[in-house]
């Protein structure tokens, strides 16, 4: 079976992305810091028929962050897919606005976001690269794009991981290998913005399929515009 592994799985996106791909005959590897979220997430799952298994880490911790991607591909045979959503970081940090901002308020966001990610995909590209096969996509909000300021320091580490990402699907064309980012201009779920538009994971799942499958010339894709 082909496999997905997702960084950053949660309750909503990461499940509506494992149960998109879950449908279509993956695996699914769910990769967070909580063992019991991961655990109700992987009972979900299997209660839709979808095989999933969980490795804990932090991707603050780059070493258990490798190592869990390392495990995941043990035991499913290797990734196919990988999917990064650095969310929840916005959570343990101090929200700044550009004025504001100390290196500091930045460090933790690139940590989190953009060093996460190289470390995530540093872990699987080698094996894509020898298969010549591949899909690595890379999740932030749409300040990356279009940046707010109440949240300068944050948007500021999403737009590196946006410029990566997007510098390495260029580097990638022709190699077998997708890479492409994709930016949330909606709050997921419920509105937490009044004003701001929602929509459900449900409807946004089905973009990381179409760059997988459809799209793979497609560098980027914005959800909500």
Known sequence: MPTIAIVGA???LGLAIARTFGSHGYDVALISRN???LD???AKLAADGITAAAFPADVLDRGTLAEALRQAAAHFGGIDVLEYSPVGGIESTTLTTPSA???AH??????FQLYGAITATQAVLPAMRQAGAGTLLYTTGAGSIDP??????????AAALRNWAVNLHKELADSGIQAAHVGIDVSIGMSVVPGFPTAQPEEIA????????????????????
């Open 40 to 42: 109700e997430l992987v």
């Open 148 to 157: 707010v300021p109440m949240v300068g320091n944050v948007n500021a580490a």
């Open 106 to 111: 930045v460090q933790h966001e690139m940590d």
């Open 35 to 37: 063992r019991a979220k």
């Open 10 to 12: 949660g309750p909503q």
């Open 206 to 225: 089905p973009v990381y399929w179409e760059l997988h499958t459809t799209d793979r010339a497609t560098a980027e894709r914005v959800f909500g515009r």
């Open 101 to 103: 901002t100390e290196p």
